[in-house]
């Protein structure tokens, strides 16, 4: 069956889509013509400007398009948005927004304190992993699913604490102490152990554990946090088998895969970033000693 008989709003979000458009005009005004309205600002390069497009442009995709209603139907879909919209985005985001952007906004009087704190690699790894982990127990699951309030207050700070748990790997700014080469490694893999017991218990659950997408009434609820109640009273569900062509248990051990597909990949781009980053550096370190020494050569007095 075909998801128009959602209709528009629900398969577009188009409200979310002029929230994202204002956002990026935003941005391009200031890192173009207001840009000069700040002190110590300096000229965007196309490769940050297209990062933080691309953000915003995956932001919507996962979270306006169908691909958001399909969360909704299929756990699978949902494991692949929750992959996309807290393990890439923020990553993206971070990257596309300029240092003097980040140095206004993370040294604000009221935001300082708190990045000081959840930054803080073992904080910001346990906040992001926890609430994560937390979330997808059943009973928690399943209560948020059918909450408007709770879902949208849940899934928030769930992707504050991606931002809270990137920020020690991706930003540039030198005062805010990113982590060397060694740790950025060590970090990673932590990262990646962390979200295993949740990938696992999902994969290796002999039942499916969630009735928002087993039970019809969960379910339907469910579907209300992004189509109206009106639409749906209108049409004749039997429940998410109309949309997907595997079995629950399938479904949802399926999510899990991908979700950790996904962050083998996410963090092995990365990896290979960090790698080649520190690479770099140590040759430019060991550029400036050879020119250390030498320079100690030339200068050091002849003695007959």
Known sequence: MSLDIFGFRALW????FLSLTVITLLYFLLVGPLRHRFSNTEPTSLKTKLLFVSGIITLYIFKGSPMDLMGHIIFSAHMTQMAMVYLVVPPLLILGIPNWIWRIVVNNVYVKPIMKFFTKPLIALIVFNGVFSFYHIPMIFDHVKTNMILHSLTTTVIFIAAFFMWWP?????????????????GYIF???????????????????MYATYTELGAWINALQLCVPASMLSGINLTGPEMFNFM?????????????KIIQEI?????????????????????????QLLESEKFTEPQTN
Do not use: H
């Open 13 to 16: 979000s188009p409200y979310f």
């Open 247 to 259: 079995p629950v248990l399938e479904d949802q051990r399926t999510g899990g895969v991908i979700m």
């Open 266 to 290: 996410v963090y092995g781009i990365l990896l290979g970033f960090v790698f080649f980053e520190w690479v770099k550096k140590e040759r430019e370190q060991d550029r400036i000693d050879e």
């Open 169 to 185: 790997l991706l930003n540039k700014l030198e005062e805010w102490g990113t982590l060397s080469g060694l740790k950025k490694v």
């Open 190 to 208: 932590a990262d990646g152990i962390l979200l295993t017991p949740a990938c696992a218990l999902i994969i290796f659950s002999e039942t499916a």
